[in-house]
């Protein structure tokens, strides 16, 4: 097994105590693909003594970022909405008139599966070179069996061309399409329930999604979805809250997701429901900001009733065009106030505990090897600088 050791480095481990778990003058051993030690350099065991080492002039340690939430697979653009918007027409208001998150469904249909991966990683690309090791991505703009399962291949893709990991989740009740306008319910029987079963068996799903709002789906279709996934054994999490508070939250709670993400219109209720089931609380500030939404998500109560916050790009077309998981952790603090040792935590510890992968998103013994190595003095830094990338090196799976 191959032995390496950094030093020369402060390590941000986001395991331990306020702030940043951080440990000055640290060192870093791994084997193979794991994390086998870390702590300050004077106290390490002579077992690694052997490894072969890598001095990194000062320079900060974090675990490899994780961005939890991207509708990274699709087809087309949407500049001409952002035209729209800025002539003052709302998000809500386009959707209505067919544009919207439908404009990305025909988009993305008529792609070839080719394109759609070359664009992905185009994107994927972005993130790994900010100091991503970890991503999640949805489906969504099929809304039909093939093109639910194309995105969701295309998905697994990018993990085969890339060093990064992939984690899937089924959108399929992301949005009604036109040919069962107004049949919300039929469309989940004839076409998003069946295809959730095929992509399942075919192993092309880790969670499943859906967006619960007066746009797309009811609390009681979105429960039909979540109970079809429970039959699977599927983790669930939910886009609730963006732009109404229907309950998605407390519903997805009630099934012990993963996550319930955007959530700027929760209530305390929503919020103590999510804490009592150890659901993750995802905060999309490029969402917030591309809506010009003035609704805060309620962080306060978040940090009450002790709901770990995650914070990621949802790179979309549509409400979030936005490939940079820094740019979100300096939006997560000027438009959300979080801090930047909870900003960070957000795309690290409680990241990872939003896509239930217990073996990442901290700096400890037997973790996966997945680190940034940052050209900055402090931690805060990540967050503070906009429009500026800072990544020295990236570790991915205990690869240098
Ligand atoms: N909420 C979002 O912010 C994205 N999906 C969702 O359910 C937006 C998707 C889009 O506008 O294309
Ligand atoms: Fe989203």
């Not at 979105?222 to 732009?243: D, G, S, T, W």
């Not at 603090?333 to 935590?345: G, I, N, Q, V």
């Not at 400890?364 to 990544?391: C, K």
């Amino acid at each position: 097994m191959s032995k390496s050791l950094i030093v020369d480095v402060a390590v941000a481990t986001c395991d331990g105590p306020s702030p940043y778990g951080l440990i000055e003058d640290a060192a870093v051993a791994i084997e193979g693909d794991r994390i086998a030690w870390v702590g300050r350099r004077a106290d390490l065991p002579a077992a690694h003594d052997d490894a072969s080492e890598t001095g990194f002039g000062g320079r900060l340690v974090t675990p490899g970022l994780i961005d939890c939430h991207t509708h990274l697979v699709f087809g087309g653009d949407r500049a001409r909405e952002f035209e729209l918007r800025l002539e003052g027409a709302s998000y809500e208001e386009i959707a209505r008139a067919g544009g919207g998150i439908m404009s990305t469904v025909t988009a993305t249909r008529a792609a070839a599966e080719a394109e759609l991966l070359k664009d992905a990683l185009t994107r994927a690309d972005a993130l790994i070179a900010e100091g991503v090791t970890t991503l999640e991505v949805k489906s969504g703009y099929g809304l039909d069996r093939d093109t639910e399962l194309t995105m969701l291949r295309v998905a697994r893709r990018i993990a085969q061309e890339r060093p990064v990991t992939v984690r899937t989740s089924f959108l399929g009740a992301h949005a009604v399409p036109a040919d069962y306008s107004g049949r919300a319910d039929t469309y989940l029987d004839e076409v998003c329930l069946p295809t959730l079963e095929a992509a399942s068996a075919a192993g092309l799903v880790d969670a499943v999604d859906g967006f619960c709002e007066g746009i797309a789906f009811s609390p009681a279709q979105i429960a039909r979805v979540f109970e079809a996934a429970r039959a699977l054994n599927l983790p669930v999490k939910l886009h609730a809250e963006q732009l109404s508070n229907l309950g998605g939250a407390a519903l997805a709670a009630s099934y012990k997701a993963l996550s319930a993400d955007h959530v700027e219109y929760l209530d305390e209720a929503g919020v103590a429901a999510m804490a009592a089931a150890g659901t993750v609380a995802v905060l999309l500030p490029g969402a917030f900001y591309t809506l010009r939404e003035t609704q805060v998500p309620p962080v306060d109560l978040f940090r009450q009733h002790r709901v770990p916050l995650a914070l990621a790009t949802d790179c979309n077309p549509g409400s979030s065009p936005l490939a940079s998981l820094l740019l979100a952790l300096n939006m997560g603090c000027t438009l959300f106030r979080l801090t930047p040792e909870e900003a960070l935590r957000g795309v690290t510890a409680h990241a990872a505990r939003a896509l239930g992968l217990g073996d990442r998103g901290t700096i400890a013994p037997g973790q996966r090897a997945d680190l940034a190595v940052w050209s900055v003095s402090h931690p805060a830094e990540l967050a503070y600088r906009i429009g500026f990338n800072a990544l020295h090196r990236r570790v991915f799976g205990g690869v240098l």
